[in-house]
């Protein structure tokens, strides 16, 4: 959606021209110019654009033109749902911010605004000192083992549940129950499910393979793997159904027509539809499993077994266990910058219009 | 999510903390005049822990105290409950930071130390004590964690949880054992003689959370290492490295454990004792009476007193303390911010008479904390003695700030070495290995206490 130079020019020059048609054209130019194909922003501009020709003054500044239709808008109605922000996000990021620069514990909790300011030293300590990095290691490992093994999983129930039959709706219920499930409910039945002596060994038992321990040890690791695959394919399967829900019949019946084999069809056909969904599902689920504190809580117990533990456990041992709640906010912060970089990645990735580039399809 | 919550409780608090000091200015505290107390109009707050056993009858007992109250002093008093003791925790952090809650709080014996870390309670003074009926009032145990030392004590006793030992009487009668030793060696040796096919002589929560460091402690202790030592962690002590070699090889080497008891955690070893498939199930408390009794073992159980000798000896060496069990049981704490400490200390008062604590023994089956009440109770009730008996043997554990950390490491050495555990040994080089981390770590944490 960048305009260029020239283009931007030309519009201008015509903006100046105090006619409305000539305004009109000159809108419509400007919207052309753009990079985006769609037609809609052009006719929006070219509509609005039309409006206050008449009685507008001529002037010297293009640019102006622009900014008159910006001052109407009832700005200050957005105030509530800004508040809200600030209250709900900003105040507690940057307080989050101060702590973590704080000798913040039990015998200071009380002053805690004159709490001792000590820099980044809780931050050196977090990276030095603590297992923070070997935590980092195992909660993206875990969170990246846990999306892609989902994602096939995730697509594949998406296209068996695509095409009408009997009992459908049935099956598509079934496939959220592992989703709907309270993480605290999944824990506690999977605990018991892989006790030593539990209903999982005793399967495996049957199958002439020795469980052993899950719950510790190296192969705890994987439980929280598989017991996090089971409570989260569903979240993939969704967004892809909702994926598929949205391609259209007669592509269906195209590509059919050109003779296109199952394969070809969902390869080039179906799944560029998808990018959207798919990487969004990544994302969140990325996101999600870095952030899951309940279910390792629940299954391992606190302190964790050195296996799994993973950062968000880490942190709520430091804070709530160890009562050092400005290195537990500074393991905070470094946890955050980890998930902000997917998060970017992602934004980057679909475009979401923001700012400048959000701001110039309706600008005009 | 973790550091949204945790930031998000933070600006909650401050905010809290920002209307509370506009209110403040404008509130008066006429309770804290002299004379007799008016408590017309007032309301005081107590938080306490919820009953998950006897729900019904907390409301109840909720209840009859306020009336109780307001009939003594005009005030209201209500209670507030807290699920578990993370809950208790973001209660008390709130109430510190934002200076205010709860006028009183009942908290768990061990964490009291951490409490008094913030400072945020009321030290009581000679003249509270009065308050609340004399420091005689109460038993002498269980005065041990209520401050660093005797001029600077927060807690005032409200119950006792001491830990004692469950055992099958018909198993050891058959067995020819006529009573449980009170040795951990002799323990172990009539645990052996008890082990046979599906039965084992211990049931052991190894995978409990809490459960395995008060073994470690209690035997540490007896052997005449109270772990923080001044201002020294003495985890590394060759007293504790043995102390975990016997906890550990009752599973590995001497086999008297269910191996199943590595993920076990302290409800199901119970369980196991439950339905007659151990012999003796240390590290439990009165409140197992009620699984017991509607258990297959209903009427052929017992409590005792655990072993007060350190493994390897037959005499508890000098420097050991009788340690029959850590001080457990809640504490009252008045809070600093407390415009109503007066009303507080009275309706402390009233909760640790005599007829109040016995009456509190009735429903819920806590031991009291007022001497005569105790005493009345082990000459009414034969079954109860050992455990009143535990309640006067029972010992504080270290009164620092630091505590929280001990223990955490302490736990942590076990948790680490389930893996071996179930591999089926554990090896003293480990141990010394697991432990020389933990030390390090408990050190630094002792370090900074202020």
Known sequence: ???????????????????????????????????????TPARTAARRGGHPAPSSPPTGRPRRARKIGERDRPLWMLAPGGILMVVVILVPL?????????????????????????????????????????????????????????????????????????????????????????????????????????????????FGIDGGLWLNGPQSYWALVFVQIWASWPFIYLLVLSGLQSVDSEVHEASALDGAGWWTKLRYVILPYLKGPITLALIISFLHSVN???????????????????????????????????????MAVISLILIAIPLFIYLRAVKLDTGEDGGSRVRK | MMKKKLALTTALLAAGAITLAGCASGGDAPGDGAGALDGKG?????????????????????ADVSEKFKAKTGAEVKFETFASANDELTKIQTSVVSGQGPDIY??????????????????????????V????????????????????????????????????????????????????????????????????????AYGDNFDPWKFIWAMSTQAGNPI???????????????????YFGWLTQDKVVNPAAIGWKASQALASFADGKAAFMPMVTATSINTLEASAVAGKYAYAVMPTVPPGETKRPSDGKEAASILSGSNFVVADYSKNKDLSFALIEMLTTAEEQKVYYDTF??????????????????????????????????????????????????????????AGSVSTDQIISALKTEQDKAQSALDRAK
């Open chain 1, 292 to 330: 899951n504190f309940t279910l390792p809580f629940v299954l391992f117990g606190i302190p964790a077994p050195a296996d799994v533990n993973v950062l968000p456990v880490l942190t709520y041992i430091t804070g709530f266990q160890n009562f050092r709640f400005g290195l537990s906010a500074a």
């Open chain 1, 94 to 206: 940057v307080l989050g911010l101060v702590i973590s620069l704080m000798d913040l514990d039990q015998y200071t909790l009380r002053q805690w605004i004159s709490a001792p300011f000590i820099g980044i030293t809780n931050y050196v300590e977090a990276l030095t000192k603590s297992t923070l990095i070997q935590s980092i290691g195992i909660s993206v490992g875990y969170a990246v083992l846990v999306t892609l093994i989902c994602l096939p999983i995730g697509v594949a129930a998406a296209l068996a549940t695509q095409n009408r039959f009997r009992g459908r709706g049935l099956v598509r219920s079934l496939f959220l129950v592992p989703y709907v499930l309270p993480t605290f409910v999944v824990g506690t039945v999977w605990r018991t499910m892989l006790q030593p002596d539990g209903v999982g060994n005793a399967m495996l038992k049957n």
């Open chain 2, 133 to 204: 009926g004399g420091r005689d009032r109460f038993t002498e145990a269980s005065l041990g964690i209520s401050g660093p030392d005797k001029d600077n004590e927060v807690g005032i006793p409200a119950r006792s949880r001491p830990f004692v030992m469950a055992y099958n009487t018909e198993m050891l009668a058959a067995a020819g054992i006529d009573k449980p030793a009170d040795t951990w060696d002799g323990l172990l040796e009539q645990a052996k003689k008890l082990t046979h096919d599906d039965v084992y002589g211990l049931s052991i």
């Open chain 1, 1 to 39: 959606m960048v305009t260029t130079p020239e283009a931007r020019t030309r519009a201008d020059a015509l903006a100046a021209d105090t006619t409305p048609e000539a305004r009109t054209r000159a809108d419509a130019l400007a919207a052309n110019a753009a990079a985006s194909a769609d037609a």
């Open chain 2, 228 to 246: 923080i030592d001044g201002k020294k962690v003495r985890l590394d002590d060759p007293v504790t490295i043995k102390a975990y070699e016997t």
């Open chain 2, 42 to 62: 007032k309301t005081l707050n107590v938080l306490t822990d919820a009953n998950t056993l006897y729900p019904e009858e907390q409301q109840k007992w909720f």
């Open chain 2, 106 to 131: 009942s908290l768990g014996t061990t964490f009291t130390p951490t409490a008094y870390a913030t400072g945020a309670f009321v030290k009581v003074s000679d003249d509270d004590w009065k308050k």
């Open chain 2, 365 to 422: 089956g806590e031991m009291p904390t007022n001497a005569k009440a105790a005493e009345a109770l082990e000459t009414d009730n034969a079954q109860l003695a050992p455990i009143v008996e535990a309640s006067k043997l029972s010992v504080g554990t270290p009164f620092s700030g630091a505590w929280g950390d001990v223990q955490l490491g302490m736990t942590n050495v076990v948790v680490q070495a389930i893996p071996s555990l179930n």
